[in-house]
Nanobody, 114 residues
């Protein structure tokens, strides 16, 4: 069992930056692939970035070059650095942990608006 708690969301102007954090507890964090997803109103949840237990990263085309996923196994935390934010990045952002099962955080709202 894994518990995930996201933080760092908020309101930011277009072109700004935010860093999301996801703190994990309850299992061996380093064994899990970790990911960030988002869901905008009326849209399906989409995968943004994934980092494997070995540190290999993959990104959706929509965020490649703007977002960076990283993990600190000593702190049981995964991060999403978001730069050059656009209004279309507005969504609820979710952290995911995957091994033999999927676990989700409660989500954190990111709003990009002037």
């Amino acid at each position: 069992q894994v518990q995930l708690v996201e933080s760092g969301g908020g309101l930011v102007q277009p072109g700004g930056s935010l860093r999301l954090s996801c703190a994990a507890s309850g299992s061996i964090f380093s064994l899990y692939a970790m990911g960030w997803y988002r869901q905008a109103p009326g849209k399906k949840r989409e995968s943004l970035a994934v980092i494997s237990s070995g540190g290999i990263t993959t990104y959706a085309d929509s965020v490649k070059g703007r977002f960076t996923i990283s993990r600190d196994n000593g702190k049981n935390t995964v991060y999403l650095q978001m730069n050059s934010l656009k209004p279309e990045d507005t969504a609820v952002y979710y952290c995911n942990a995957h091994n033999t099962r999927n676990y989700w955080g409660q989500g954190t709202q990111v709003t990009v608006s002037s």
